[in-house]
């Protein structure tokens, strides 16, 4: 019985090791994957140097072709996914993109250049999230966590790292211009292929050390208490053994090549999930990101003095890092929500109030659209009163976008009891039916979470068209009534 706790105790500890790998992995890649995608929206006022190219230009550019990937990729692309060359593509296609940016000096190259990172960035998003399911198809945690949930709870606070260290990133390097600062951030997505080899822990790691996840579903599974065990000591080494080589024949399964879905079957398993996730998740980044590129760019107020605004002094000393500070402070925020559920260890939303982030964003919205049409805010707070009212609402702005991602994607990859009952009730995502193999419930996880993927993509890039309409009317609006900061930029 000593050499069985000691046994377990090492196993115990190996597993808390390999978790540890597993959270800075994902978050690695949600960083790497997102920053230059981040620093290019961060420095949109620079990549564009006419007044009358609207920045929503770059959003274009820089959404499209992730867009097409999320959506062609899931559906129309057959075989088994191929880790380890979509992860190594993604870092050189990232690298040569951002260089062609840094290089070229006139718009068209740099464009092609922007498109060639999205193409990376999207692959890139879909590749990890679908990567994280297989680790809920293996083994638990050391503390009966769901590794799926785990690993996107880390990637997506890992995507808010990006926000603000890209953001952050450009307001420091942007003094050296487009072809210094971005040159410095072009080798950033080559570290991507190395946290896959170097870091990334294996499936086969979890399943020799987890013996028990296989005999427990993820929607009922609960630690024993210590020191208790399910099995006499007489029979726990051989169930423990037997259970261990069953997750280690998944893993490899897993590792290898799952069977493959249809087209049909991939249409049908997508249905249902329209209404729950890609309508919430197009609707918040289609108000999110039509507020950063198509109004942000026209709240501008009056320059602060050191005399009459100390503290906004600091940070805003002309017209043009009013909307850097937007990009920062919004960054920020997202940053917090995406952690909520990794580092701040906050639960997840219920399923009702899924909805909730986007119906605030929404709101968001058209607060911003006034203030910018009217300056209603800056009626009743002054100019600098208006200053820091946008910004509370840029940051409410993060918060939103940010939870509508993380809740919504780490319940795509982990399954509840709530998605169980459901779908006895005919209403469930799809996901769950104990009478198929754990090797097809385990692809239909893995593309559920990529087909998902586009709604968000989708709403950016109807943002990025709103936006290029929408700036230049914002900004002829407000000409006519004597503010003409948006023309002075």
Wanted: glycine share 8%; net charge neutral.
């Amino acid at each position: 019985m000593r050499s069985h706790t000691a046994s377990s105790a090492a196993r115990g500890s190996g597993t808390s090791t390999a978790r540890t790998r597993l959270a800075a992995a994902f978050f690695l890649f949600g960083t790497l994957n997102n920053i230059i995608y981040v620093v290019i929206l961060s420095a949109a006022l620079d990549l564009v140097d006419k007044a009358s190219t609207p920045k929503g230009l770059i959003l274009l550019v820089n959404i499209a072709p992730a867009l097409l990937v999320k959506i062609g990729w899931p559906y129309f692309v057959p075989g088994p996914t191929r880790y380890t060359t979509r992860i190594v593509s993604c870092s050189l296609l990232s690298f040569v993109g951002i260089l062609v940016v840094a290089l070229s000096g006139s718009i068209l190259p740099r464009l092609c250049g922007i498109a060639l990172a999205s193409f990376s960035s999207g692959l890139g998003e879909m590749t990890y999230l679908q990567r994280a399911t297989l680790f809920s198809s293996v083994a638990r945690g050391p503390n009966g966590e769901d590794l799926g949930g785990v690993a996107v709870g880390w990637f997506s606070s890992g995507t808010g790292a990006a926000g603000v260290g890209g953001a952050g990133l450009w307001w420091v390097v942007r003094g050296l211009g487009v072809r210094g600062g971005l040159g410095l951030c072009s080798f950033l997505p080559l570290c991507m292929a190395l946290t896959y080899f170097l870091l990334l822990p294996r499936l086969s790691e979890f399943a020799s050390q987890s013996p028990f996840s296989t005999r427990t579903s993820s929607a009922t599974y609960s630690p024993l208490p210590r020191g208790e065990s399910l099995f006499s000591d007489d029979d726990e080494d051989g169930v423990i053994a037997a259970a261990t080589a069953e997750n280690e024949v998944l893993a490899a399964q897993l590792e290898r090549k799952l069977p493959s879905l249809t087209t049909r079957e991939k249409l049908e398993l997508a249905r249902p999930l329209v209404r729950r996730y890609m309508l919430p998740l197009f609707f918040v980044y289609l108000a999110e990101y039509t507020i950063n590129s198509g109004i942000a760019p026209t709240l501008l107020y009056k320059v602060p003095t050191r005399e009459g605004a100390p503290i906004l002094h600091l940070v805003i000393q002309s017209l043009r890092d009013y909307y850097p500070l937007w990009a920062l402070l919004y960054q920020t925020f997202v940053f917090v929500s995406r952690s909520s559920l990794s580092i701040l260890r906050l639960p997840p939303l219920p399923l009702a109030l899924l909805p909730l982030p986007t119906l605030l964003q929404l709101g968001i919205l058209f607060l911003t659209a006034l203030e910018s049409r009217t300056s209603f805010l800056v009626g009743l707070a002054g100019e600098h009163g208006a200053t820091w009212l946008v910004a509370l609402l840029v940051c409410a702005e993060g918060l939103c976008g940010g939870a509508a991602y993380v809740n919504a994607f780490h319940r795509l990859a982990t399954e509840v009891e709530h998605d169980r009952e459901e779908h006895e009730d005919g209403e469930g995502d799809g996901l769950i039916d104990d009478s198929k193999s754990k090797e097809r419930r385990a692809q239909e996880k893995e593309f559920a979470i990529a087909s998902v993927g586009f709604a968000d993509t989708l709403g950016i890039l109807s943002a990025s068209l709103v936006s290029m309409a929408l700036e230049p009317a914002l900004c002829s609006a407000q000409v006519a009534r004597g503010r003409t900061y948006c023309r002075d930029l």
